[in-house]
Structure formats: structure tokens, C-alpha cells
């Protein structure tokens, strides 16, 4: 698949079968389940996007090797937010360390039009 930062959810799907992984922004529990299902991997697969990521990959805030070692962590996962909004930040922000990341397209509300 061609390198796209924003990808839908048929996307989203393909990208999580390979990599078995995802983090989401979640604003309950129920989202997670739900990007889970969606993605059709085990809520074991997805994780709770770190907010102690999130602020210091965005804003360059910290050491460069800091940096690098937390872009690193979302290498070839998919980024869920409510919106679609702050992960498609924190997808450009990672790829600035070379690591490649993708971002669900409307987010969380998007899935929850399906």
C-alpha cells in the first residue's frame, strides 16, 4: 500500500491484520472495544494512546534519542482519536522521526456512523 498518513477504515483493517496493532484516544472504554471490532483484532491489540507520548512528540518537547524511542513504539500501527484530528497530528509528528504511522480518518466518530 502506498504511504498515506490518513486512511480509512478498509485501510485501517488491512494495516491492523499485518502490524496487530493499534492505539486509540479513547474517550471510554467502549471506543476501544468498538476500534477493536472494527479492526478486526482482539482488544488485546489496542492500547491507550499515552499521553505522555502524545504532548512531547507533537510539540518536539525533549531529547532527540527520547523522542526517537517514543515515535518508535507506534512504528506501522493505526492512531485512533475521537475525530481524527490529534492523530493525524501525532502521525506527522512521529514520521519526523522516520517511523511510519497511520491515522484513522474521522476517527472514532467515523466508526460510530457503521
Given at each position: 500500500?502506498?504511504?498515506n498518513e490518513e486512511v480509512?477504515?478498509?485501510q485501517a483493517k488491512e494495516l491492523a491484520k499485518v502490524s496487530r496493532k493499534a492505539f486509540i484516544l479513547a474517550e471510554n472504554y467502549?471506543?476501544?472495544?468498538?476500534?477493536?471490532?472494527l479492526l478486526g483484532i482482539s482488544e488485546s491489540e489496542?492500547?491507550?494512546?499515552?499521553?505522555?507520548?502524545l504532548y512531547p512528540l507533537?510539540?518536539?518537547f525533549g531529547e532527540e534519542e527520547e523522542?526517537?524511542?517514543?515515535a518508535s513504539k507506534y512504528s506501522n500501527s493505526v492512531i485512533i482519536c475521537p475525530h481524527g484530528n490529534t492523530?493525524?497530528?501525532?502521525?506527522?509528528?512521529?514520521?519526523r522521526f522516520g517511523v511510519g504511522a497511520y491515522s484513522l480518518k474521522g476517527g472514532v466518530a467515523e466508526l460510530k456512523k457503521r
Open positions: 500500500m502506498e504511504y480509512s477504515l478498509e467502549a471506543d476501544l472495544e468498538l476500534v477493536a471490532e489496542v492500547a491507550m494512546l499515552e499521553m505522555d507520548d507533537v510539540m518536539e523522542l526517537k524511542a517514543k492523530s493525524l497530528k501525532l502521525v506527522r509528528a512521529i514520521k
